[in-house]
């Protein structure tokens, strides 16, 4: 990851917006939710997933509230809390809660069990949920959680996911590398994503441009060839990026 990267390798302008609109939403009450890929009881054959990206949901859970145990297998899923807090119990044992800007990640592995719950009394939790597929079947599961300081991630891309564990990222079972930003103001990074890869972006809040194309609070952009990646213009933006190379 460079702020200085060749301005001979071109930019990547091979990309597809995901409107935040157009997603699947549902209502539940205690939970809102809004889908990027096919998942539950919203089905959008255009939309099954995206190289090894299988579920973006952006969920809303009320007060003492959450999702109750239930199984997971062959599985790489992270929660990305963007406010409030997130609890989280497992069949492993783990127990931890993680609040704004932290991650939750999971491998399932040969199959694991475990809840989420908003332990607030009185505050809802905003997070994305997010699975991908394991680059190998099977294996032990596995918990971690990591948390991102606002200077870490602020004009920045911060790499928390990797297969490796590199630069002090989580080590996954997933092809891909996985940072979080924030861009306001005149703040601007540029990455190189390389031939052969894809990548996808996905707005927190805010809003920001994407290699001139300007994204809200719940788009996604898809980049299905190599080439430079620029974030400039953000106003209060927070953002994932995922660089999939399955």
């Known amino acids: 990851m460079s ?4 301005e001979s390798v071109a930019l990547a302008t091979n990309f597809s917006r995901r409107p935040g609109g157009a997603r699947g939403h549902a209502d539940h009450g205690w939970l809102r939710s809004a889908h990027s890929f096919s998942f539950a009881n919203y089905y959008d054959p255009e939309h099954m997933g995206f190289a090894n990206l299988r579920v973006i949901n952006e969920d809303v859970v009320a007060p003492q509230r959450g999702f109750g145990e239930h199984p997971h297998d062959n ?30 990640y ?23 949920q997010v699975w991908l597929l394991p680059n190998q079947t099977g294996g032990e599961p596995r918990y971690e959680t990591q948390d991102i300081s606002a200077i870490e991630k602020a004009g920045r891309l911060k790499l928390f996911l990797s297969p490796d564990g590199r630069a002090g990222s989580m080590a996954m079972r997933a092809d891909a590398l996985i940072y979080a930003g924030t861009f ?12 052969g890869h894809k990548a996808w972006v996905q707005i927190a809040r805010g809003s920001v441009d994407v290699n001139g194309v300007n994204l809200e609070a719940g788009d996604g952009l898809a980049i299905h060839s190599g080439g430079r990646v620029v974030f400039s213009k953000g106003i209060d933006a927070e953002l994932l990026y995922f660089d999939l190379f399955e």
């Open 75 to 104: 599985a790489e899923i992270f929660s990305y809390i963007i406010e409030g807090a997130l609890a989280h119990k497992d069949t492993l044992r783990n127990h931890s809660t993680v609040a704004g800007g932290g991650i939750q």
């Open 184 to 195: 306001d103001g005149s703040q601007t990074t540029e990455t190189v994503l390389p031939e």
């Open 3 to 6: 702020e200085n990267l060749t």
């Open 106 to 128: 999971m491998s399932a592995g040969s199959g694991v069990r475990h809840s989420e719950f908003n332990p607030s009394q009185t505050h809802p939790v905003h997070f994305l």
